[in-house]
């Protein structure tokens, strides 16, 4: 079993519309989790990150967590073509701060 | 600040030789990682630097090694370059007080 696990895609979304992106991971004692957005031949960027259970916002997009069902999602609203993309969920899992990063997720948005 | 940079940028090599990426981080952070990403295996992770030591190790063979310097440049070195060692290989430094990796753009490595 894979320690960061997402659904590899792609997901279409039409524009205007809300991409919900899922991420689930193994360690229950995770405390760290991020999203990187990494366009085709590019390096990942990140959108944002997020250590407490609940929402967190930013922007169009909207970070949830919930350390209880290990799972982290992005929401990103008013989706458009230039968020066409490979989101990576990453999550640390040990003291020493290593990082897991999920395979990653393709979001299409069509116009 | 200036991010963090990585040299070369693209680099064509054949079966058997070795080769050395470098990675200079943003200024004042002294943690440095190395990942690879190939389209199959998505990113994984190669080692981490902090203070010059190696703090994490990934699940690599030992063809890849690294080392960092006291001003915190971070090299990693493939020797004996197989095929399948072509891929994006991207460093990323974070701060002491902050979690977050930035990462560089990237060397781009072909063995033919």
């Known amino acids: 079993q894979k320690e960061v696990e997402q659904n590899s895609g792609p997901l279409s979304v039409p524009e205007g519309a809300i991409a919900s992106l899922n991420c689930t991971y193994s360690d229950r004692g995770s405390q760290s989790f991020f999203w990187y957005r990494q366009y085709s031949g590019k390096s990942p960027e990140l959108i944002m990150f997020i250590y407490s259970n609940g929402d967190k916002e930013d922007g169009r997009f909207t970070a949830q967590l919930n350390k209880a069902s290990q799972y982290v999602s992005l929401l990103i609203r008013d989706s458009q073509p230039s968020d066409s993309a490979t989101y990576l969920c990453a999550v640390i899992t040990d003291s020493w701060g290593k990082f897991q990063f999920g395979a990653g997720t393709q979001v299409v948005v069509t116009p | 600040k200036a991010g963090v940079t990585q040299t070369p940028r693209y680099l064509i090599k054949t079966r058997g030789q070795q080769v050395t990426l470098s990675c200079s981080p943003i200024?004042?952070?002294?943690?440095v990682s190395w990942y690879q990403q190939t389209p199959g295996q998505g990113l994984q992770f190669l080692f981490e630097?902090?203070?010059?030591?190696?703090?994490n190790k990934g699940n690599f063979p030992g063809r890849f090694s690294g080392r960092q310097f006291s001003n915190s440049r971070s090299e990693m070195n493939v020797s004996t370059l197989e095929l399948g060692d072509s891929a994006l290989y991207l460093c990323?430094?974070?701060?002491?007080?902050?979690?977050?990796?930035?990462f560089g753009p990237g060397t781009r490595l072909l063995v033919l």
């Open positions: 200024s004042g952070h002294r943690s």
């Open positions: 630097y902090f203070s010059e030591t190696q703090r």
């Open positions: 990323a430094s974070s701060s002491d007080s902050q979690e977050t990796q930035y």
